[in-house]
């Protein structure tokens, strides 16, 4: 098939089945997310061909987490986030 790997659909993970997790903890009251990845390309040139490649040089990763109003924990960790003077960070994985 040309080098090409095909994925099964058994991999795909399905909004229904799929686990948050903020810092950590398991956020069992989410009920949207969306990740998103841009990348900054650069045009590189090389001898002995014409047509114009590209390289990644930087990454941009955007999203967004809708959680329902179950507890504070958001307010209080970004508050604390807030008042030691740190930027605004959270490592969120997807399972």
Avoid at 28 to 57: N, P, W
Avoid at 65 to 77: F, Q, T
Wanted: proline share 0%.
């Amino acid at each position: 098939m040309n080098g090409v790997k095909k994925t099964s659909g058994n991999r795909i993970m399905s909004g229904t089945w799929g686990e948050v997790w903020l810092d950590g903890d398991y956020v069992a009251e989410c009920y949207g997310l969306q990740a998103k990845s841009s990348f900054t390309k650069e045009e590189v040139y090389l001898c002995g061909q014409m047509a114009v490649d590209q390289k990644i040089t930087g990454i941009k990763n955007t999203g967004s987490l809708k959680l329902h109003k179950v507890n504070s924990r958001m307010a209080i960790v970004i508050g604390n986030q807030i008042k030691k003077g740190y930027s605004i960070y959270n490592n969120i994985q997807v399972r």
